[in-house]
């Protein structure tokens, strides 16, 4: 599987920024969650599974649009590879579905039900901009200083 495009930048690399490129796995999830004293509740989600470090990050979004028309080549770059498959990937997405809540001794009352849609699995790139002593998250617009994007990556 090869990266199809980007995800969507909050905050767009500027000129002179070095970037880190991580692939990530956009994996979509139907969540069926019952309960004894609620209504049945379907949500559609993704979950987005870093394949470099197996980190999880869950969305309560239905979808995701992926830039696609974003050129690498005036950038410095460094990119990091796909460590993990898509079956794996959809592993952890069915894992990374289920909040701490749904995991304790509540999940007797309440439940949650998981399914991956396989076949919607997409990989896409994830952009960190390296801008001076900071590192920005292009996706979610973060600032933080550059020294913890290597604890995050590498841990």
Not at 98 to 127: E, G, P, Q, Y
Request: charged share 25%; hydrophobic share 45%.
């Amino acid at each position: 599987m090869v990266p199809s495009g980007f995800l969507p930048f909050k905050a767009p690399p500027g000129a002179g920024d070095k970037l880190v490129i991580y692939p990530v796995y956009l994996c979509p999830v139907e969540v069926l969650e019952r309960g004894l004293f609620s209504r049945p509740a379907y949500y559609r989600w993704i979950v987005a599974v870093n394949a470099f470090n197996r980190r999880l990050k869950l969305f309560e979004e239905e979808k995701i649009i992926i830039c696609r028309d974003f050129a690498l080549a005036s950038f410095d770059t460094q990119d990091m590879p796909v460590k993990i498959p898509p079956d794996t990937a959809a592993g952890l997405a069915e894992y990374g579905a289920v909040t701490d809540d749904f995991r304790s001794w509540r999940r007797l009352v309440r439940n949650r039900k998981i399914a991956v849609n396989f076949d919607d699995i997409l990989l896409v790139w994830h952009i960190y901009a390296l801008r001076g002593s900071e590192a920005i998250d292009t996706f979610t617009g973060e600032v933080a200083p550059a020294a913890s994007l290597v604890d995050a990556l590498f841990s």
